[in-house]
């Protein structure tokens, strides 16, 4: 089956979760399939180009610029 990954997180699941609760980026992380924390933080920049505290700091400035969901999958 493989390792899992942001993208195919349901509805951007982890996304979601970033921009719209505070709970911590390891919930977040075990949540969606990933049993550590720092491997869930390294797909996530990875995949989306930024750490998960960072875009959960600067997601509506990224946001705004636009372009950010599109680029992204």
Do not use: C
């Not at 982890?14 to 969606?32: D, F, H, Q």
């Not at 636009?66 to 992204?72: C, H, K, L, P």
């Amino acid at each position: 089956m493989g390792r899992p990954s942001i993208i195919d997180s349901p509805a951007g699941h982890a996304l979601l979760l970033l921009l719209k609760t505070e709970i911590s980026i390891a919930e977040i992380a075990e949540r969606n399939g990933f049993e550590s924390t720092p491997y869930f933080s390294r797909r996530f920049a990875h995949k989306i180009g930024i750490s998960p505290l960072r875009f959960r700091k600067r997601s509506p400035e990224v946001l705004v610029k636009g372009n950010f969901f599109r680029g992204s999958a």
